[in-house]
């Protein structure tokens, strides 16, 4: 449930250039996915302006021309916002908004507003408030008017509202102080980390494009309660849990913030401590939307994200989800391991879980151990702590025979060749 206060609808235009150089197609979705981000934040797409250009005007992003007729289109629909589908510079967005009355953001500014409002934890809220603040400082000075101008409404949640008015020394103090405050947080999560290793829990993480079902497929696999809805930017902050697979070995499986094309740079380095949980995993689960005509795009947004973020070396398994919302064929678009499941089908889940030990074996080094009949204590370990693929018992040796395949770098794998060396 969204517990965030509720704002009347706010009518909204949405302004584009299409460059000429890219693909139409990609144009039209990114557009598609502003109008979706609109009403994530409680705006309602009422028109929308769009002209190609080699690149955008650096004075006003449109064309003169393009700049009457906005201003006639904001008339004629009686709009209260105006939305452009690129981050403005200081420079645009001042000339914009001195030649018309109606409140102008861009899309980082609408991304941020609704991180504003989805972030539930003290260190989401902080790092919400340090990207914002990071936007908002370059574009401060000799700008007060403009931004004060968007009233209460779509971009000004979070510190916006009070923020604006206060001069750049003061801004900058406050994100040294959130930036303490968040060392302190990540030192905290990085001491818990280290325990998880220590723990020696096989950790995976879940990433995704925003609204690809990450928290419905966390939530269906280990029974967690996490929050789930379909809007875009629905979770943002981590939730671990455990994950108990067919075999009976017990793992870590870690919900992100999802990602998205065009993701603020101000929020990558504001979130950066949050993703390095992605880091840290031993498997990364890519859920991809299938049923999103767009899939393939975000795909690579999600593959490029891991690369800035150096985690494109961890063994990835993708996961192709709502299967049951394709229309017609669906060809995978990865080349390493992938399955195609929804997240509501218990057979599919099954299946996703056998393929989450698939891949870990590959990963895992095979053993074979004899254990006398007294040794519950070591096939207790052995269910929780490795892949166990075989159990049988001897009667003639009385002795258990198990075979299955472990972490090499786990104490248990050394115990057990110590024990086969003997």
């Known amino acids: 449930m969204d517990n965030q206060p509720k704002v009347n609808q706010e009518s909204v235009i949405l302004v584009g250039v299409r460059k000429k ?31 190609s250009l080699e690149r955008p ?27 452009f589908n690129d981050e403005l510079s ?25 991180f504003a409002r989805r972030a539930q934890s003290k260190e989401g809220k902080l790092q919400v408030e340090l990207a914002q603040n990071s936007y908002i400082l370059p574009r401060l000075r000799g700008q007060g008017h403009v931004l004060s101008r968007l009233g209460g409404g779509i971009g000004t949640r979070g510190p916006g509202e009070t923020q ?41 993480s879940l990433v ?70 992605v880091k840290q995993a031993d498997l990364i689960i890519h859920v991809v939307d299938a049923s999103n005509s767009d899939f393939v795009n975000h795909e690579a947004t999600v593959t490029k994200l891991l690369e800035d973020l150096e985690s494109h070396h961890i063994p990835i398994l993708t996961v192709y989800n709502k299967r049951d919302q394709i229309e017609g064929d669906f060809f995978a678009h990865s080349q390493g391991p992938s399955t195609l499941v929804s997240a509501h089908d218990e057979a599919d889940l099954d299946k996703l879980k056998y393929k989450i030990e698939s891949v870990m074996e590959e990963q ?15 096939l207790h370990r052995l269910k929780e702590e490795t892949i166990q693929v075989e159990q049988t018992f001897d ?9 299955g395949f472990a972490p090499s770098e786990s104490a248990i794998y050394h115990e057990l060749k110590k024990r086969h060396d003997k």
């Open 57 to 83: 005007h650096s004075s006003t992003y449109i064309g003169k021309g393009k700049v009457e007729e906005l201003k006639m289109l904001i008339e004629e629909k009686d709009a209260d916002l105006v939305i």
């Open 164 to 204: 604006l008015e206060i001069d750049q020394r003061h801004i900058r103090n406050r994100m040294d102080e959130i930036r303490r405050q968040l060392s302190q947080i990540v030192s905290h999560r990085e001491r818990y980390r280290d325990r998880r290793k220590k723990n020696q829990a096989f950790q995976m």
């Open 21 to 51: 150089s890219g693909k139409e197609e990609n144009f039209i979705y990114s557009m598609e996915e502003l109008a979706s981000l609109t009403r994530t934040a409680g705006g309602l797409a009422v028109g929308e302006l769009i002209q």
């Open 364 to 378: 895992f080094s095979p053993y074979i151990v004899f254990l006398s009949s007294d040794e519950g204590k070591w």
């Open 208 to 277: 995704g494009y925003t609204n690809a079902g990450k928290s419905t497929l966390l939530h269906q696999l280990a029974d967690a309660e996490v929050y789930i809805e379909d809007k875009l930017f629905a979770t943002l902050d981590p939730t671990t849990k455990k994950l108990r697979l067919p075999s009976g070995i017990e793992v870590l499986i870690t919900d992100t913030v999802g990602f998205i094309q065009q993701l603020p740079t101000t929020l990558i380095a504001a979130f950066r401590s949050t993703l390095e949980e």
């Open 395 to 403: 009667e003639a040796t009385e002795r258990y025979i198990v075979r």
């Open 90 to 114: 200081s420079t645009q967005l001042r000339n914009l908004t001195n030649e018309m009355d109606t409140p102008i953001i861009d899309r980082t500014q609408l991304i941020l507003d609704i």
